[in-house]
């Protein structure tokens, strides 16, 4: 069906004036939306029928105007009309729409707020997972650094706590530069090793370290150098498979062939 | 008209109350009750105002269908029947038809419908003045319903042509 034969199949007619079946006006209006010629032929009849229904006019009751518009003033009376120079002027409308532009508007700002507020407590947020990440990093390389040192103490007592430990204690020599100096030696009879524990040594200077040396048929015998940078100076030295004393010397820096005597901090024999 | 202003809403009473009315009586028959319809009818103008779409079809069109509906309503209310009942008995006790009745035959839609064939002018009586849909008119007329909807456009066509 062409929109031509649409229209001149009496739809129209039916439409405008309320017979056409519900389903038949959702199809007109469609048609109208979609063809203006539908849309005109709708408009020429409306007319038309307007023109001629306008002409056969019959007056109805004279009190009837005043008793609609008696009752449309109650009605007003109910929403609060705005007054202005005795005219009642009703805003339903543009008052709704204003409310809703304001009502929009607060959201639109309530929204801008919110996010605001999100996006700081999201970069707050940001902030402290940082803080939080480097104090971990942090707390887990204190932690790394107790754990060495940690075991390096259970090293050193379990060396301590060996029986096969023979110990010699170095107290400071008679001549020593530093008289309350203390160390001790820790000799492992069976594999020879040499440990030693600094018990009191005052910390050369910069250009020297301290020597121990094995005092082994009357000569001195190198038995390693050792730094003072470290928590517990118990250190594995070298082996020394034979000796009847120990003592430190300081030294220049990568330690000597002979000993300095006049630089003797400690000495101590080895008992038994 | 939209932002119900008094003026306007005089206006459109005024130009538009004759044509109402006078089919609002051609439905109702009675002038207090075609009244009582009218009234009701341009009390529902201003409230349902903006429901009204220019897009769907001009202002009298919307008018028109309201005061249609608001008659038919009126037709099938209990109110209306038992006045009716009434106006039959005090016709009866008084023999007379024209008491109330107002002769509205050569006036308004009637006058077309009168220039219609009978076959015609029956089913747009039974359709557009009391109402009835067209599954009820093909059980009244006893037509198909096919048929019913093709004869009521055809009327239609044709009652155009009288109403130039």
């Known amino acids: ?272 | 008209m939209k932002a119900r202003d008094d003026q306007a809403f005089s206006y459109l009473y005024d130009h538009y109350s004759g044509s109402l009315f006078s089919i609002i009586l051609q439905i109702v028959k009675s002038p207090e009750v075609a009244a009582d319809v009218l009234q009701e009818v341009f009390i529902n103008i201003w409230r349902k105002i903006e429901s009204f779409d220019p897009l769907r079809g001009r202002l009298f069109t919307w008018m028109l269908n309201i005061s249609r509906n608001a008659s038919i309503d009126m037709l099938r209310s209990k109110g209306y029947m038992n006045s009716r009942k009434n106006q039959e008995i005090t016709d009866n006790v008084y023999g007379s038809d024209q008491v109330t009745q107002t002769n509205i035959d050569g006036i308004g839609l009637t006058k077309f419908l009168g220039k219609l064939k009978p076959e015609q002018r029956i089913l747009i009586e039974l359709a557009y003045l009391k109402g009835y849909t067209h599954e009820e008119i093909a059980q009244i007329e006893d037509i198909p319903l096919g048929t019913v909807k093709t004869r009521i456009r055809n009327a239609l066509l044709q009652l155009r042509v009288y109403l130039k």
């Not at chain 1, 939306?33 to 009751?61: C, G, I």
């Not at chain 1, 030295?237 to 300081?250: D, G, V």
């Open chain 1, 1 to 272: 069906m062409t929109p031509q034969e649409y229209i001149l199949s009496g739809i129209v007619e039916s439409y405008v004036l309320g017979l056409a079946s519900p389903e038949d006006c959702a199809e007109f209006e469609l048609m109208c939306d979609a063809h203006q010629e539908v849309r005109a032929a709708r408009n020429a009849f409306e007319l038309e029928l307007e023109q001629s229904l306008l002409q056969q006019k019959m007056q109805p009751p004279r009190a009837l105007k005043s008793r609609i518009f008696s009752e449309i003033g109650m009605e007003k009376d109910e929403q609060p009309p705005l007054i202005i120079s005795g005219k009642p002027i009703l805003i339903p409308r543009k008052g709704f729409a204003r409310y809703v532009a304001a009502a929009s508007l607060i959201l639109l700002l309530g929204s801008v707020l919110l996010n605001l507020y999100l996006l700081n407590q999201y970069k707050r947020s940001i902030a402290q997972y940082k803080e939080l990440a480097a104090t971990q990093t942090q707390i887990a390389g204190d932690n790394q650094i107790r754990q060495t040192k940690l075991e390096t103490y259970e090293n050193a007592l379990g060396h301590m706590k060996s029986p096969l430990m023979a110990i010699v204690k170095m107290p400071g020599a008679p001549s020593s530069p530093a008289p309350s100096s203390m160390a001790t030696v820790y000799w492992n009879t069976e594999s020879k090793e040499v440990y030693l524990l600094v018990n009191q040594l005052p910390m050369p200077v910069k250009d020297k370290q301290y020597q121990l040396w094995a005092i082994v048929d009357g000569r001195p015998v190198d038995a390693g150098i050792f730094d003072m940078d470290k928590d517990l100076s118990f250190v594995k030295l070298k082996t020394i498979p034979k000796a009847e004393a120990f003592a430190i010397t300081l030294e220049k820096k990568g330690g000597s062939i002979t000993p300095n005597m006049d630089a003797m901090y400690v000495m101590g024999k080895v008992t038994g």
